[in-house]
């Protein structure tokens, strides 16, 4: 059996490893990355058989994170309904102000996300109160998926629609 000292480090390891992939500067591109560059004329295009435009994804990735936050979170926690509120309306038209927030948002969701992840306090194994038998851990991996699906997803769209410099 390891001691306690070993799992100790074992964790506090998992907890920065956790806190790197959710930052985005590992295996996949980050968020600041993906967008660097990104012409604000753009931001409503819809990529030739795309059924959303560039925010729309942007705004996809902030709401399924922020509902993976509150859900960790909030003992009152009500589901979404998918996939309907994990969308903006299909034809949201955004401005740079809504762009904007967009981003700080998903930016500040994901500080919360980090800062949970790295409290030595937050049992990352235990299964959360109010859910079905997931855990903080899973919650963090299932948001280092998804953002970065839908980052490499941005990623390549911008390559499509030839705004990738």
Do not use: C
Not at 22 to 33: F, K, P, R, V
Not at 96 to 122: F, G, H, Q, Y
Not at 131 to 141: K, S
């Amino acid at each position: 059996m390891r001691s306690k000292k070993a799992r100790g480090q074992s964790e506090n390891a998992l907890r920065e490893q956790l806190a790197l992939f959710l930052e985005g500067n590992q295996a996949h591109m980050s968020l600041a990355d993906a967008v660097k560059g990104f012409p604000l004329k753009d931001m409503n295009v819809k990529p030739r058989n795309v059924p959303y435009t560039f925010w729309h994804l942007l705004e996809h990735i902030r709401i399924a994170q922020w509902d993976i936050v509150d859900f960790i979170k909030n003992p009152d926690y009500e589901r979404l309904e998918w996939p309907k509120d994990y969308w903006p309306a299909k034809n949201a038209k955004a401005t740079k102000a809504d762009w904007d927030k967009t981003l700080a948002t998903i930016k500040s969701d994901l500080r919360e996300m980090i800062a949970i992840v790295r409290n030595p306090k937050t049992d990352l194994h235990a299964k959360i109160p109010h859910g079905d038998g997931q855990t903080i851990l899973r919650e963090a991996i299932l948001i280092v998926d998804h953002n970065a699906y839908h980052i490499g997803e941005f990623a390549i769209l911008r390559q499509v629609v030839k705004n990738w410099s």
